[in-house]
């Protein structure tokens, strides 16, 4: 079959076999952007302002990041796809018990659930379009595409003031996966409202909701995170210590944080996905704070084999949960967080764990402990409590 890449002239072919083809495979949404014209977005503004922690991998790929012909040679087109992750049956948090997962956590990993799907797409191209391997690539949050300005060129949804995606279908509980391809396909129209296209908030309006919630003030700006403020980013991404002053906006968020999603009023609209690509894992939920905080390795690996917190490790998990701990005021955790900080192999958990030991009342117990800890993690936190080392 000869292959159908539209031609030099400027013509592009119809997406909508394409897209018929895509939606049957399990995605709940399909759109096409042009990509002959590099992004504009203030990526290396917000990368040279330190805003993005030590997340240095996106500098070493920002220029494919904004131009996908470098990432596939003459590419055309940018293939969004989306999957839509509300469930009307995920559980929502306790107001006043229990760790806050984020939303997307509670299913196995998409990365691995959705991926499937994604090769059999690379197929569909193959079979209608004659695509060869090295046309095309796809990647599911894992390559140097972004995503979210891609779908919003897409018209997939449009960039909320809280950085989302917000889909007019969907609020904002969209998985994206990407495919570029040199197939030239008749591009989709961006999300437009009266005055513009394609900026922060084009059908936000006057709302704030989002800004104002934020328990850490990460945003800087609409549509501008500090990802070293951010709850997310402390509590997946960030390995090392949390710091001090961030601790009590987490609150009981053990993992991630769905806040400006959860408030925006978009999400009035948005319906159940058909979760094919998903495979729910809402026993997560039910997880009591005191099973996390004594899990051993082989337990931890057997909750949370096949889920996005096994990238987390277990060290990292007891970290959060030491904060959410602290956070709880519940009593109740002290001789659980009290053994962490005196007794745990690693530093990290049991600096946080001297943390939550103060922050319920015990930390009278761990004076002489002070004495004999010689990490200089660890003797930070005593000393930021004024006792002596």
Same mark, same amino acid.
């Given at each position: 079959?000869?292959?159908?890449?539209?031609?030099?002239?400027?013509?592009?072919?119809?997406?909508?076999?394409?897209?018929?083809?895509?939606?049957?495979?399990?995605?709940?949404?399909?759109?096409?952007?042009?990509?002959?014209?590099?992004?504009?977005?203030?990526?290396?503004?917000?990368?040279?302002?330190?805003?993005?922690?030590?997340?240095?991998?996106?500098?070493?790929?920002?220029?494919?990041?904004?131009?996908?012909?470098?990432?596939?040679? &003459? #590419?055309?087109?940018?293939?969004?796809?989306?999957?839509?992750?509300?469930? @009307? %049956?995920? +559980?929502?948090?306790?107001?006043? /018990?229990?760790?806050?997962?984020?939303?997307?956590a509670l299913h196995e990993d998409y990365h691995d659930t959705i991926k499937p799907a994604l090769l059999a797409a690379g197929k569909v191209l193959e079979d209608l379009h004659g695509a060869t391997a090295d046309s095309y690539r796809c990647y599911?949050?894992?390559?140097?595409?972004?995503?979210?300005?891609?779908?919003?060129?897409?018209?997939?949804?449009?960039?909320?003031?809280?950085?989302?995606?917000?889909?007019?279908?969907?609020?904002?509980?969209?998985?994206?996966?990407?495919?570029?391809?040199?197939?030239?396909?008749?591009?989709?129209?961006?999300?437009?409202?009266?005055?513009?296209? &394609? #900026?922060?908030?084009?059908?936000?309006?006057?709302?704030?909701?989002?800004? @104002? %919630?934020? +328990?850490?003030?990460?945003?800087? /700006?609409?549509?501008?995170?500090?990802?070293?403020?951010?709850?997310?980013?402390?509590?997946?991404?960030?390995?090392?210590?949390?710091?001090?002053?961030?601790?009590?906006?987490?609150?009981?968020?053990?993992?991630?944080?769905?806040?400006?999603?959860?408030?925006?009023?978009?999400?009035?609209?948005?319906?159940?996905?058909?979760?094919?690509?998903?495979?729910?894992?809402?026993?997560?939920?039910?997880?009591?704070?005191?099973?996390?905080?004594?899990?051993?390795?082989?337990?931890?690996?057997?909750?949370?084999?096949?889920?996005?917190?096994?990238?987390?490790?277990?060290?990292?998990?007891?970290?959060?949960?030491?904060?959410?701990?602290?956070?709880?005021?519940?009593?109740?955790?002290?001789?659980?967080?009290?053994?962490?900080?005196?007794?745990? /192999?690693?530093?990290?958990?049991?600096?946080?764990?001297?943390?939550?030991?103060?922050?319920?009342?015990?930390?009278?117990?761990?004076?002489?402990?002070?004495?004999?800890?010689?990490?200089?993690?660890?003797?930070?936190?005593?000393?930021?409590?004024?006792?002596?080392?």
């Amino acid at each position: 079959m000869k292959a159908d890449l539209g031609g030099d002239n400027g013509t592009a072919v119809s997406p909508h076999a394409v897209r018929e083809r895509l939606l049957a495979l399990g995605f709940d949404d399909v759109r096409f952007a042009a990509a002959g014209e590099p992004l504009k977005t203030p990526l290396r503004a917000w990368l040279a302002a330190g805003m993005h922690a030590d997340m240095d991998w996106l500098t070493r790929t920002v220029d494919k990041r904004l131009d996908p012909a470098l990432v596939v040679p &003459g #590419a055309r087109t940018v293939i969004m796809l989306g999957v839509n992750y509300w469930s @009307d %049956a995920l +559980p929502r948090p306790h107001p006043a /018990a229990g760790p806050v997962w984020a939303r997307y956590a509670l299913h196995e990993d998409y990365h691995d659930t959705i991926k499937p799907a994604l090769l059999a797409a690379g197929k569909v191209l193959e079979d209608l379009h004659g695509a060869t391997a090295d046309s095309y690539r796809c990647y599911v949050d894992t390559g140097p595409v972004l995503e979210r300005s891609w779908a919003a060129r897409a018209g997939l949804g449009f960039t909320g003031k809280n950085a989302m995606l917000i889909s007019r279908r969907h609020g904002n509980w969209l998985f994206l996966a990407a495919m570029v391809t040199r197939i030239a396909f008749t591009p989709d129209a961006p999300v437009r409202n009266r005055h513009h296209e &394609g #900026a922060v908030g084009t059908l936000c309006g006057k709302c704030t909701r989002c800004l @104002d %919630a934020c +328990p850490t003030a990460a945003f800087t /700006a609409p549509g501008v995170v500090d990802a070293r403020r951010c709850v997310s980013y402390q509590t997946i991404e960030n390995k090392g210590v949390i710091p001090r002053e961030l601790r009590p906006g987490i609150g009981r968020r053990i993992y991630g944080c769905d806040t400006c999603l959860e408030v925006c009023p978009w999400n009035r609209f948005a319906a159940a996905g058909r979760q094919l690509l998903l495979a729910a894992r809402h026993d997560l939920a039910d997880l009591a704070l005191a099973d996390i905080l004594v899990l051993s390795p082989e337990r931890y690996a057997e909750v949370f084999r096949r889920t996005p917190i096994k990238r987390l490790k277990l060290t990292g998990l007891l970290r959060n949960a030491c904060v959410v701990a602290g956070n709880s005021g519940d009593r109740a955790l002290l001789p659980l967080v009290l053994t962490l900080a005196r007794t745990h /192999a690693s530093p990290l958990v049991r600096a946080h764990a001297v943390w939550a030991t103060f922050r319920l009342g015990g930390g009278a117990q761990l004076t002489a402990d002070s004495t004999l800890e010689r990490d200089p993690l660890v003797r930070n936190e005593y000393e930021q409590e004024a006792l002596p080392t």
